[in-house]
Structures are given as C-alpha cells and as structure tokens.
C-alpha cells in the first residue's frame, strides 16, 4: 500500500510492519546500476518511488499514472498526515454512475462505491439539483442553536424508513458510534459496553473500545471499559464448530462467558453490534446469531446498538440490515452513503430512550443543510427505483458468478455475501490468510481498471454503487477473472 512516510511489509498475520527507509534507498541504487547511464523510465519510476515510499513490486504501478499524478501524490505525501494509507496511485478527478475518471482522463470501474458511501451513484442528477437549489439559498445554520427546515424533512423521512420516532444528527459513522455510547451510558446510568472480535466501529477513543479489528489501530489509546466476544464467523469458527449444529454458541458467549466472569449486565450499557461486520472482512453470521444477541439484551435489560455506518442506507437490500434478520436494536447508527457523498451521520431511537435534555450532547455541523439535501434526495431516488429488490438480486448474481471462479481459482477460499456487500477470502491451499496474495490480486485489478478494496486480514470487498448496471456488473467480474489470473502466474 502506499504509505506516506513508511514502508510495510506484509507478514502472515497481514499486519502492517515498519522498515527502514534504508531499504528503498538500497533498491533504487541497485536498480540504477543496472543500466549505468541511462535516464530510462526505469530510472525516473524509481525517482518518483524515493519521493512516494513505494517498494518492491509496488513501483511498477507507477507505469500506470501520469506525471501530472505523480506530482499530485508527491505533494499529498509531503504535506498532508502520513497515517492514512492507499493501496494503488489513483487521482481521482470526475465521476458519473459507477465510473471515476483519474486526471489523467482514464476510466474505472468503482467496485466498491468510495468506501460504500456513492450508493446514488456519483454525479446523481437529483441529488445535485438538491445541493444546487440549496447552495443559492444558505449553507449553514448552525443547526444545533437554530431551526431549518432540510434537517426535519429528512428526520421525517429518516422515521418513515426505519420506524424510529426521534433523529440525532453528527457527521460521521465514528460520531454516531460516540453519540449511541453517550445515549447508552446517560439512559442506564451504567459505563460498560460490549462488543465483538474483528468489529470496526470507528477511530476516535470511544468508538475505538469498541473497535477490535487491527491491534495497531489501538496501540497507545486509552480505552472506555469493553469486553469482546466472538463474531459469528462460520468460515473461520473460534470453536471449531459447524453450522447449524453448533447452537450459535458464540452468540451464547455473551451469557455463558462476559456476563458471568467479565462484566456484570447489570454494569453493562449496551452491545454494539455489526449487522455484518464490514472492515473485518464482510463477514455475514446466520439469522439466528443476531435474534440469539437480541434475545440476551433482552433477557438482561441491556441495550442493543446496531452500527449501521456501512450496511445501511439499501446497501443489503432493505433501508436497515438488522431487518434482513427481523431484529430491531434501540439505536441504530448511520453514516457513509446517508449524506449522498457528503459527511453527514446520525443516530435514530425511540422517543423513550433518547429523551435527554438540551445541553447533554451537540455538535456545530450535525445536520447542515447541504447534506440533509443531499441526503433527502440520495433515499428518495432509490426508494423509487426500488432498491431492495434490485440490491438482492445482482447481489445473489455476483456471488452466483463469484462462486463460479472459486471452482478454477483455488485461492479463493470463501464467498460471503449480503445484497451488495459481498466478501471474497483469499486463502492459501491450507485454507490459511493470504494477505500477499491478496493485495497482489487487488494490484492487478487497478490495472485493469477496476476498483476493489481490502478488509479483514485477507479479504477482498465489493461493494459497488447500488446503481451499477447488469453490463457494468459483468464487465466487472470480467476484470476481475483477468485479475485472478495475472495474480496467478
């Protein structure tokens, strides 16, 4: 991946290691000697590879990108934090559907919708006229001392949608996730929380107790009180077990583990949950995992929080993921695609629960007017073109032709899916990660321009705009078949 001011290395476990910049240096100076004399474009790649920190193999993607993106890289590299990382060179510069053109003018398929947020699809006529009309009008107001009338029409809808009488709005998915963990400690009095292995909720320190997906993403943090517990992840089950016969005893853990030697119920808030855990490798559990997790809140009178940054929004078929499983959580949490592109998150409850009073939480930006029109607009256009249904259908579809690769591609270890999250694991031949593989894999699509995106410790995600079309979808798998065989070789 492309790392600003360091180098990875990828182990078996798929975490991320530091090596010496040293190291590069070594590299290119090898590489020059090899053809003394030359300014070759060998040579300038591995000019632009000491500017951009890339290594080893990484480099020839260089071959890919213009100069003009180079430069664009370079100065991003050099000026803005070195804690993100990106797993190819793309510059984005224009989009319409489910197709980004680079500045260079080239064409990509987006597999996977900027990080399932473009749900609408980018350029999305409706939802432009909306900010536009808007844009003339005000752009902020301050909606967290003031009244608009955009923040309500979409809280209106928002009920409609999901059945929640009251709406809480922030910016993002990790603000959603603090505001639930505020709503959950100010409505039980009590301070711990519970949640799961391989679960991603967010970055900042609450969310980030919750969060257990990578231990680097924690290392150095403090952390709000959280015991965790296994995930429903039949393809790698911590007990060994098979499915159905194991009576879903890792959502049995709750009662039979945390509640009796980690954290009394009666000192636990809530239990945080993914409908399907996206960053951890879009695992999907069987129906009965949640209804067994909805049942055990119950029982102990523990709220129940869904986070729902990533699976709502018509992403697996109907408006919220929990409803493919017929379980409803007190708090659902909502981020990504609700803005239609821009940032805008938000939290939904009951009236009964989110009752506190003014002056406990708030935000400045939470519910600005450009992304509740946005937002409005985004669900009112796939509501209308009825989106759950089309959702599962080519979603059923690609993990029909996905599952057809698995037969020739022998490193394709799992297939997962819900509507248009859909998860492909790629192991080794002992059915153990393959993260090089992996990565290798999503290389190669780039150069084939199509967008794909790593999650888990070995797992490739598609997650298109939910707009894509049948001739985008197949040309799509398309490319990814190619893919599979370069990374073959």
Same mark, same amino acid.
């Given at each position: 991946?492309?790392?600003?001011?360091?180098?990875?290395?990828?182990?078996?476990?798929?975490?991320?290691?530091?090596?010496?910049?040293?190291?590069?240096?070594?590299?290119?100076?090898?590489?020059?000697?090899?053809?003394?004399?030359?300014?070759?474009?060998?040579?300038?790649?591995?000019?632009?590879?000491?500017?951009?920190?890339?290594?080893?193999?990484?480099?020839?993607?260089?071959?890919?990108?213009?100069?003009?993106?180079?430069?664009?890289?370079?100065?991003?590299?050099?000026?803005?934090?070195?804690?993100?990382?990106?797993?190819?060179?793309?510059?984005?510069?224009?989009?319409?559907?489910?197709?980004?053109?680079?500045?260079?003018?080239?064409?990509?398929?987006?597999?996977?919708?900027?990080?399932?947020?473009?749900?609408?699809?980018?350029?999305?006529?409706?939802?432009?006229?909306?900010?536009?009309?808007?844009?003339?009008?005000?752009?902020? #107001?301050? /909606?967290?001392?003031?009244?608009?009338?955009?923040?309500?029409?979409? &809280? @209106?809808? %928002? !009920?409609? +949608?999901?059945?929640?009488?009251?709406?809480?709005?922030?910016?993002?998915?990790?603000?959603?996730?603090?505001?639930?963990?505020?709503?959950?400690?100010?409505?039980?009095?009590?301070?711990?929380?519970?949640?799961?292995?391989?679960?991603?909720?967010?970055?900042?320190?609450?969310?980030?107790?919750?969060?257990?997906?990578?231990?680097?993403?924690?290392?150095?943090?403090?952390?709000?009180?959280?015991?965790?517990?296994?995930?429903?992840?039949?393809?790698? #089950?911590? /007990?060994?077990?098979?499915?159905?016969?194991?009576?879903?005893?890792? &959502? @049995?853990? %709750? !009662?039979? +583990?945390?509640?009796?030697?980690?954290?009394?119920?009666?000192?636990?808030?809530?239990?945080?949950?993914?409908?399907?855990?996206?960053?951890?490798?879009?695992?999907?559990?069987?129906?009965?995992?949640?209804?067994?997790?909805?049942?055990?809140?119950?029982?102990?009178?523990?709220?129940?929080?869904?986070?729902?940054?990533?699976?709502?929004?018509?992403?697996?078929?109907?408006?919220?993921?929990?409803?493919?499983?017929?379980?409803?959580?007190?708090?659902? #949490?909502?981020?990504?695609?609700?803005?239609?592109?821009?940032?805008?998150?938000?939290?939904?409850?009951?009236?009964? +629960?989110?009752?506190?009073?003014?002056?406990?939480?708030?935000?400045?930006?939470?519910?600005?007017?450009?992304?509740?029109?946005?937002?409005?607009?985004?669900?009112?256009?796939?509501?209308?073109?009825?989106?759950?249904?089309?959702?599962?259908?080519?979603?059923?579809?690609?993990?029909?032709?996905?599952?057809?690769?698995?037969?020739?591609?022998?490193?394709?270890?799992?297939?997962?899916?819900?509507?248009?999250?859909?998860?492909?694991?790629?192991?080794?031949?002992?059915?153990?990660?393959?993260?090089?593989?992996?990565?290798?894999?999503?290389?190669?699509?780039?150069?084939?321009?199509?967008?794909?995106?790593?999650?888990?410790?070995?797992?490739?995600?598609?997650?298109?705009?939910?707009?894509?079309?049948?001739?985008?979808?197949?040309?799509?798998?398309?490319?990814?078949?190619?893919?599979?065989?370069?990374?073959?070789?």
């Amino acid at each position: 991946m492309i790392q600003r001011n360091e180098i990875r290395e990828l182990g078996e476990t798929g975490e991320e290691c530091i090596l010496a910049q040293g190291k590069t240096k070594e590299f290119e100076k090898t590489q020059r000697m090899e053809k003394p004399g030359k300014n070759t474009s060998q040579d300038k790649r591995q000019d632009a590879a000491h500017d951009l920190d890339f290594y080893g193999e990484e480099i020839e993607l260089l071959d890919f990108v213009s100069l003009k993106a180079r430069e664009i890289i370079e100065q991003d590299c050099k000026i803005t934090s070195a804690c993100a990382a990106r797993p190819y060179p793309l510059v984005m510069d224009s989009a319409k559907g489910s197709i980004i053109r680079d500045v260079d003018g080239r064409e990509y398929l987006d597999l996977v919708a900027g990080v399932a947020v473009m749900n609408a699809g980018y350029s999305n006529p409706e939802v432009k006229t909306s900010i536009s009309a808007q844009l003339e009008k005000v752009i902020h #107001c301050g /909606y967290g001392d003031f009244f608009a009338e955009p923040p309500v029409k979409l &809280a @209106k809808k %928002l !009920e409609e +949608l999901s059945g929640y009488s009251k709406v809480f709005y922030c910016n993002s998915g990790t603000e959603a996730v603090e505001a639930a963990i505020k709503l959950a400690f100010w409505k039980t009095k009590r301070q711990g929380l519970i949640s799961f292995y391989n679960g991603f909720h967010g970055r900042t320190l609450g969310s980030l107790s919750l969060t257990c997906s990578k231990a680097r993403q924690k290392e150095h943090f403090p952390a709000i009180r959280t015991a965790h517990s296994h995930y429903a992840y039949c393809y790698r #089950c911590p /007990y060994k077990f098979e499915y159905p016969s194991c009576g879903i005893e890792c &959502a @049995k853990e %709750l !009662e039979n +583990l945390i509640f009796r030697r980690e954290l009394s119920p009666k000192d636990t808030a809530a239990v945080f949950v993914e409908p399907v855990q996206g960053e951890g490798g879009y695992i999907v559990p069987p129906p009965e995992f949640h209804r067994e997790v909805r049942r055990i809140c119950t029982d102990n009178e523990v709220l129940l929080v869904a986070d729902e940054v990533q699976t709502g929004c018509f992403r697996t078929g109907p408006f919220l993921a929990m409803e493919n499983f017929g379980v409803r959580a007190e708090i659902s #949490c909502l981020a990504k695609a609700l803005g239609g592109g821009l940032p805008m998150g938000a939290i939904l409850a009951d009236r009964e +629960l989110m009752d506190w009073p003014p002056g406990v939480h708030s935000n400045t930006f939470g519910g600005n007017l450009l992304a509740s029109v946005a937002s409005l607009a985004s669900l009112e256009f796939l509501e209308k073109k009825n989106t759950k249904t089309r959702v599962k259908e080519i979603g059923s579809y690609i993990r029909q032709c996905l599952g057809e690769l698995q037969e020739n591609f022998p490193c394709i270890g799992d297939v997962r899916g819900l509507g248009l999250m859909i998860g492909v694991e790629i192991t080794k031949p002992n059915k153990s990660i393959d993260p090089a593989k992996r990565d290798k894999i999503l290389k190669e699509a780039f150069k084939e321009r199509i967008l794909l995106l790593p999650c888990g410790d070995s797992v490739i995600r598609f997650s298109p705009p939910l707009v894509i079309t049948d001739e985008e979808i197949d040309l799509g798998l398309e490319k990814f078949q190619k893919a599979l065989k370069k990374a073959s070789i």
